[in-house]
């Protein structure tokens, strides 16, 4: 059985409005701070552990007064139960048979357990919190509420591992201790415990009859008569042992060998990464103890030939609380591999909470769960990662794409651009307006060229306030109005109205893309479309793309970059002359025109156009354009590049305007 649906309502973030939470076998949690996420597994510790509600847990809207006659919460949790081909799930099915639903045939039964609690005013501050746990029965269109009993409670586990974690403490043989409950079901027989007697009392009688020891005892036992003279407590004897098997088992410890200086080691005395990795492990090792425990049972072994005293419960829940804490980078991959590997079985399903990008990319995108808080409602929402179909070729590229950059599930703003060079340049000139983008949180993320519009999809399901970057590439196969019409495309497919706008002749804009991408170039016309585009968060590199704007922008900056045997040459007469020192003679050979058509050619690409939108200084800067973007690194060249730009009067218009949209979209200055 697994838990698949968690609702929670009225309690702490969360409003009255229930929000319902899909959740997989592995399960993440992330989100901004104080957006919900150890809510959320709060509310499962309040559900089948052992946290009590708190007159705090109640939600409150800004609007409340905070003296309220009475207020409720609930919670309800759905569980799913699956036919398996070995049959493992058939341990937990018959504790849960009498309330099994079934919506359809052919699904998977599954039961609905519901927590509610009610605060009335009492005679102290905390006032009186009634709860109550309850299966959901359902009789035709009708819900009905059945008790759910003590014993069924105890078929489902939970185990909550805190953010700051004690492993020393959860190996003391202490009430609620992870050590005293695998002790506690471990089935001792009653043969072993007498040899175990036996073996203390001899360890006990050959210690006494040392010399010095049995002097020890006899003096001890003398001077406490002389103090003590009730026949009660007369004797004074030294044990080092303890017949009773629970007083030795709370002597249990563990020690990590080989150490330095040839001793061993004990858990409090590892540094706070080992201290929390071995936390983890020791979880680990109890729920395959029981998963041992469930097979015995299944296998109808004999109860006094089982490894446990008691049946474990059918699922344990384990709930924790940023697994990255006090762990190198190195080895968060094992961390979460070994969560993964708890999830896997049939008794155990995990759920944690993590601000790590290091966790964040490790883990599945559709295993996420993004947590906000949404200050309109006044309540905590969460939402699954959408990503493209897994029948669609853009499902690999936007699934790597995201783990690649898990900064951005974290973002106030996200910029997107085409790809490095917009990630470099971006981040550059944008930090003249916000010197720390972190701090703002503004994330660039490239789009590698492709697939914007599920990047799009998947920041207004997150609800993620983005401005999309795009080259232009006037000319190019595919671009200039190819380029509007997509952008115009994609974003209708995703919600938007942009299509439903009127142009001068009354039509709508939906009705005039069909054969957008044939019309003839026209760069004022062309510029318009832009300009409307921009209201709808979609900007251009123009005329070409980001590097060329710079080229444009910075031509000398980038030629500054080269040592003297470097940059495009041409050859007149036998001579490899350099481009930038042809004279004006020189420039009216046809060679220079027929390197510029090849430079022309090599810019806008295959099945490109012939350049006739360009300028003749435009059309002469595509040979550097050729030289340093088509032969050479394009991010090394820009980083050296920039390294010669200083002034911020002459930061390029488009990245002006970005930086205001962005002062909108975060509401600063």
């Not at 001899?202 to 002389?226: F, P, R, V």
């Not at 156009?609 to 354009?625: A, C, H, N, P, V």
Request: proline content about 4%; glycine content about 6%; some cysteine.
């Amino acid at each position: 059985m697994k838990l698949t649906e968690l609702t929670i309502s009225n309690y702490r973030s969360f409003g009255e409005d229930p929000e319902v939470i899909s959740l997989d076998s592995f399960t993440a949690f992330i989100g901004h701070n104080s957006a919900g996420k150890s809510t959320i597994l709060n509310a499962l510790n309040c559900m089948f552990g052992n946290v009590r509600i708190k007159k705090d847990d109640f939600h409150e809207s800004p609007e409340s007064t905070g003296i309220n006659e009475e207020a409720s919460l609930y919670f309800e949790a759905k569980f799913e139960f699956y036919n398996t081909e070995d049959g493992s799930d058939n341990y937990s099915i018959p504790n849960f048979f009498e309330s099994f639903t079934v919506e359809n045939e052919g699904e998977s039964p599954f039961i609905l357990i519901r927590f509610d609690a009610n605060w009335k005013p009492g005679n102290t501050p905390d006032g009186l919190i009634e709860t109550t746990l309850s299966y959901v029965i359902f009789k035709d269109t009708e819900r009905e509420l059945k008790p759910m009993s003590i014993h069924d409670k105890s078929k489902i586990d939970v185990i909550y591992i805190p953010a700051f974690r004690n492993p020393y403490e959860q190996l003391k043989n202490a009430s609620g201790t992870i050590l005293w409950r695998l002790l506690n079901q471990i089935n001792w027989k009653e043969a072993d415990k007498v040899t175990i007697t036996d073996k203390i009392d001899e360890l006990d009688t050959t210690i006494s009859t040392q010399a010095g020891i049995n002097l020890l005892e006899k003096t001890i036992s003398k001077q406490w008569k002389a103090y003590h003279n009730s026949n009660r407590f007369s004797n004074a004897t030294l044990k080092f042992g303890s017949t009773n098997l629970e007083q030795i088992l709370k002597k249990l410890e563990v020690e990590f060998s080989p150490a330095p200086h040839h001793k061993s080691y004990k858990v409090n005395e590892l540094g706070d990464g080992l201290q929390s990795l071995f936390y983890l492990s020791l979880i680990d090792s109890f729920l395959k103890i029981e998963q041992k425990g469930i097979e015995d049972v299944e296998k109808k072994i004999d109860v006094d030939k089982r490894i446990l005293n008691s049946n474990p419960p059918a699922i344990t829940l384990l709930l924790v609380e940023e697994p990255e804490n006090h762990v190198s980078p190195h080895l968060l991959g094992n961390v979460l591999k070994n969560l993964v590997s708890v999830s896997e079985n049939l008794n155990s399903q995990v759920l944690f909470t993590s601000h790590s990008p290091a966790v964040i990319k490790r883990v599945d995108p559709e295993l996420i769960r993004h947590v906000r808080l949404d200050i309109n409602l006044d309540s905590s929402i969460v939402n699954k990662v959408l990503l493209p179909n897994k029948a669609d070729e853009a499902h690999k590229f936007v699934k790597e794409a995201v783990k690649k950059y898990p900064e951005l599930y974290f973002s106030s703003l996200i910029i997107l651009g085409e790809g490095d060079s917009e990630e470099i340049l971006l981040s550059h000139f944008l930090s003249k307006y916000y010197p720390n983008l972190d701090y703002e949180g503004i994330s660039i993320v490239p789009l590698g060229g492709r697939h914007v519009n599920h990047f799009w999809r998947l920041l207004n399901s997150l609800e993620i306030p983005f401005i999309t970057l795009l080259d232009l590439d006037r000319e190019r196969y595919g671009g200039g109005w190819g380029r509007i019409k997509y952008a115009i495309e994609e974003k209708i497919k995703i919600g938007s109205n942009i299509g439903e706008k009127k142009l001068k002749n009354g039509a709508e804009i939906k009705d005039r893309l069909e054969c957008m991408h044939k019309r003839e170039i026209n760069n004022k016309e062309l510029q318009a479309w832009i300009n409307f585009l921009e209201t709808h968060d979609i900007y251009f590199s123009s005329p070409i793309d980001i590097d060329f704007l710079m080229l444009e922008t910075y031509k000398n900056a980038y030629v500054s970059t080269l040592n003297k045997q470097e940059g495009p040459v041409l050859s007149i007469d036998s001579k490899n002359l350099k481009i930038n020192e042809l004279t004006p003679d020189q420039k009216k050979d046809q060679l220079y025109f027929d390197r510029i058509n090849k430079s022309v050619s090599n810019t806008l690409k295959e099945n490109g156009g012939d350049g006739s939108s360009f300028t003749q200084k435009q059309r002469e800067l595509m040979i550097w354009y050729d030289y340093f973007f088509l032969s050479r690194g394009k991010p090394v060249t820009h980083i050296l590049a920039l390294q010669n730009i200083e002034t911020q009067e002459d930061i390029p218009e488009i990245f002006k305007r970005i930086a205001e949209k962005a002062q909108q979209k975060l509401g600063s200055e």
